[in-house]
C-alpha cells in the first residue's frame, strides 16, 4: 500500500509567503477603495470606537456583540447553532 507524503507547510510558507500577502494587500485595498475606510475591521482593531447602537434586550448578547448592541447602519452575523429552550 502506497504512503500519503506528508506536506511541510513551512516549506510552502517560505516559498509562497510574500506572494499571499501581497493578494491578501492587494484584495483588501481594493475593498477599501470600493466601499470606504472602515468597511473592514480586523478583530479588535477598533476596540475603541465609538458607535450608537441598538440593544438587543439580551445583556449577554450586547456583551459578546462588543459595542453594547447592534451597531446602527453596519451589518452584524450572527451564527451558529439554534438553542431551544
Do not use: C, H
Not at 510552502?12 to 485595498?29: F, N, P, Q, S, V
Not at 441598538?54 to 447602519?73: E, F, N, R
Amino acid at each position: 500500500m502506497a504512503t500519503k507524503k506528508k506536506t511541510n507547510f513551512d516549506d510552502i510558507t517560505k516559498k509562497y509567503g510574500a506572494e499571499r500577502d501581497k493578494a491578501l494587500a492587494d484584495a483588501l485595498a481594493l475593498i477599501e477603495k470600493d466601499f470606504g475606510k472602515g468597511s473592514l475591521m480586523r478583530l479588535g482593531e477598533a476596540a475603541n470606537q465609538k458607535v450608537s447602537v441598538v440593544s438587543s434586550g439580551s445583556l449577554a448578547l450586547d456583551i459578546a456583540l462588543g459595542a453594547g448592541g447592534y451597531p446602527k447602519g453596519r451589518i452584524v452575523e450572527i451564527y451558529g447553532p439554534r438553542i431551544f429552550w
